[in-house]
């Protein structure tokens, strides 16, 4: 007679039921109080901010799986043979009603080890873009420029393009576009878009991190593009506002005038 598969099942009794209750519960203390410290200790991190808030995702992983594993084990005594076939007949019954669900832990395990970007990044998602603040079990959050908080599913993360703008690093390129009148003079344009870059209290210039002054011509504007980094991702919209500020100040005293047409607006 053929071998028949099975798990000896331990008594379930109030003991085992306040044990698992006491490991779920400490699992989720566990997380909650790792996550707050870790975040608390990236704030005063300074440039290795991104790299401490990195630990966040791993901890979750690490401290769910433990959890599951000793859930597991408070209900049946399996070899290792039996917990890997058991794992795999409840990965089957449950997926067809669950997959979505799975789908999004699968999402969430990939991006904490293969890490198309982590914590503290700034990343596009379709029409979506913010600092990722969370990456959870089941979705991704990113606080948007309007300080909207969104919830992106892992699955749908993996299956999207993600473009991230730091890649891990504190540093970020910011691109500045200013628009001008055809009749200025471009390179004084160009000039004075330079020195408000350069001398930016939150630009951050070195070998690796250069900027570029850019001009191209349109039929009916000149398109002036800065691209530089900022110090620091957190302050890419007061330098977009410091620098574009301080260059049209400049602009309206050396007499450069914005243009009679910008993209897809007709001015009077």
């Known amino acids: 007679m053929a071998d028949t598969f099975s798990l000896p099942f331990k008594t379930i009794d109030p003991v085992t039921v306040l044990y698992v209750v006491y490991v779920v519960v400490a699992a989720y203390l566990i997380i909650r109080i790792a996550a707050y410290l870790l975040a608390r200790l990236s704030e005063r991190s300074g440039q290795y901010r991104i790299g401490v808030v990195t630990l966040i995702p791993l901890t979750k992983v690490v ?9 597991v084990t408070a209900f049946v005594e399996p070899s290792l043979s039996e917990l890997v076939a058991f794992a795999g007949f409840f990965g089957v019954g449950v997926g067809f009603g669950l997959k979505d669900f799975f789908a999004d832990i699968m999402g969430a395990l990939v991006i904490t080890f293969e890490r198309p970007f982590q914590i503290g990044d700034k990343i596009a998602v379709g029409d979506k873009y913010g600092e990722v603040v ?24 993996l299956s999207s393009a993600v473009s991230s703008a730091n890649a891990g690093s504190l540093a970020m390129m910011v691109v500045i576009d200013l628009f001008v009148d055809t009749e200025s003079d471009p390179e004084g344009a160009r000039a004075i878009l330079r020195d408000a870059l350069v001398t930016s209290k939150y630009v951050y210039i070195s070998e690796e ?32 506002s410091d620098v574009t ?20 607006i007709a001015l009077s």
């Open 209 to 240: 991190h250069p900027y570029t002054i850019l001009i191209e011509d349109f039929p009916w504007y000149l398109r002036v593009r800065a691209k530089g980094y900022v110090t620091d991702l957190r302050f890419e919209f007061e330098f977009m």
């Open 63 to 71: 401290v769910y799986a433990v959890a599951f594993y000793l859930v």
């Open 245 to 264: 500020g301080r260059a049209w100040a400049e602009y309206a005293r050396q007499g450069i005038k914005p243009p009679r047409v910008v993209p897809g």
């Open 134 to 157: 969370d990456i959870g079990i089941r979705s991704t959050r990113i606080i948007t420029p309007d300080d909207s908080q969104v919830s992106l599913p892992n699955s749908l993360i």
